[in-house]
């Protein structure tokens, strides 16, 4: 009796989170207003006031979540991951990755979906905070090289998309570009959440058996300039990329 209630209060508190979601992306664009336009500061000032905005109202959604029971999480190495001008990679297990990726870094930029713009709920944060949108693979490096040069820390999902549990990891050459383009070395950040939700197959009522705990875990640099000795960018983006759909397989089966 008591396992059922537990379901039921987390299918309550599940949808009343992602509603609040919903209505806080409504809201925000305004709330961004002053920061933006009535307050002193110039351009780079005034971007990070936005992303800063995003950042806390992305953590005060993780923790109303885990406030409610709909999950818990542990972060290792907090310090680190809110450096300033790291380029962020990190596997895609949950529809909420990224905001719990935002939650702990302040400046965090995001390569995203081109079409979360069309998203009513989406679109505002995104503008807001002046993410990247990935609808031009050029505009996209360069986009991305400006913003690692002005300390903030770009987030990448090499997949593109989210995986699928137990299916092999496959990603995108876009991400291993960026890295070589850019000449910045690569943060990896591994993302698990037990048991699964919130998954590319499952539906945000579909909610597990017991609570679900995501961890972000911190590992050491890949260093891009060994992938780009003596060799012509498109090849060495190929090397890269299956390295670290390699990287990656390797270290999530750690945690199976």
Same mark, same amino acid.
């Given at each position: 009796m008591l396992a059922r209630l537990n379901s039921y209060w987390r299918l309550f508190a599940t949808g009343f989170s992602f509603l609040m979601f919903g209505l806080g992306g409504v809201i925000l664009p305004w709330l961004a207003i002053p920061l933006l336009y009535l307050l002193p500061g110039d351009a780079l000032q005034r971007e990070r006031r936005a992303k800063a905005l995003i950042h806390y109202a992305f953590r005060l @959604?993780?923790?109303?979540?885990?406030?409610?029971g709909v999950l818990t999480y542990s972060v290792a190495d907090r310090a680190r991951l809110n450096q300033p001008g790291q380029l962020i990679f990190a596997n895609h297990p949950s529809l909420i990755?990224?905001?719990?990726?935002?939650?702990?870094?302040?400046?965090?930029?995001?390569?995203?979906?081109?079409?979360?713009?069309?998203?009513?709920?989406?679109?505002?944060?995104?503008?807001?905070?002046?993410f990247i949108a990935n609808d031009d693979p050029e505009q996209v490096i360069s986009l991305a090289e400006a913003s690692l040069q002005r300390g903030n820390s770009l987030i990448i999902f090499p997949e593109g998309t989210r995986s699928t549990p137990g299916q092999p990891i496959v990603m995108q050459r876009g991400a291993a570009n960026i890295a070589l383009r850019s000449n910045?070395?690569?943060t990896p950040v591994i993302i698990t959440c037990q048991p699964t939700t919130l998954t590319k197959e499952l539906k945000w009522y579909q909610i597990p058996e017991r609570r679900t705990? @995501?961890?972000?875990?911190?590992?050491?640099?890949?260093?891009?300039?060994?992938?780009?000795?003596?060799t012509a960018t498109p090849r060495a983006a190929r090397k890269l990329t299956l390295f670290l759909e390699h990287?990656?397989?390797?270290?999530l089966a750690s945690y199976e």
């Amino acid at each position: 009796m008591l396992a059922r209630l537990n379901s039921y209060w987390r299918l309550f508190a599940t949808g009343f989170s992602f509603l609040m979601f919903g209505l806080g992306g409504v809201i925000l664009p305004w709330l961004a207003i002053p920061l933006l336009y009535l307050l002193p500061g110039d351009a780079l000032q005034r971007e990070r006031r936005a992303k800063a905005l995003i950042h806390y109202a992305f953590r005060l @959604f993780v923790e109303l979540m885990r406030g409610l029971g709909v999950l818990t999480y542990s972060v290792a190495d907090r310090a680190r991951l809110n450096q300033p001008g790291q380029l962020i990679f990190a596997n895609h297990p949950s529809l909420i990755d990224v905001v719990f990726l935002i939650a702990f870094i302040k400046r965090a930029d995001c390569v995203v979906k081109a079409s979360l713009l069309s998203n009513p709920f989406m679109r505002g944060a995104i503008k807001v905070a002046g993410f990247i949108a990935n609808d031009d693979p050029e505009q996209v490096i360069s986009l991305a090289e400006a913003s690692l040069q002005r300390g903030n820390s770009l987030i990448i999902f090499p997949e593109g998309t989210r995986s699928t549990p137990g299916q092999p990891i496959v990603m995108q050459r876009g991400a291993a570009n960026i890295a070589l383009r850019s000449n910045n070395d690569i943060t990896p950040v591994i993302i698990t959440c037990q048991p699964t939700t919130l998954t590319k197959e499952l539906k945000w009522y579909q909610i597990p058996e017991r609570r679900t705990h @995501f961890t972000l875990s911190l590992r050491p640099n890949i260093a891009v300039q060994d992938f780009q000795q003596k060799t012509a960018t498109p090849r060495a983006a190929r090397k890269l990329t299956l390295f670290l759909e390699h990287y990656f397989t390797q270290e999530l089966a750690s945690y199976e």
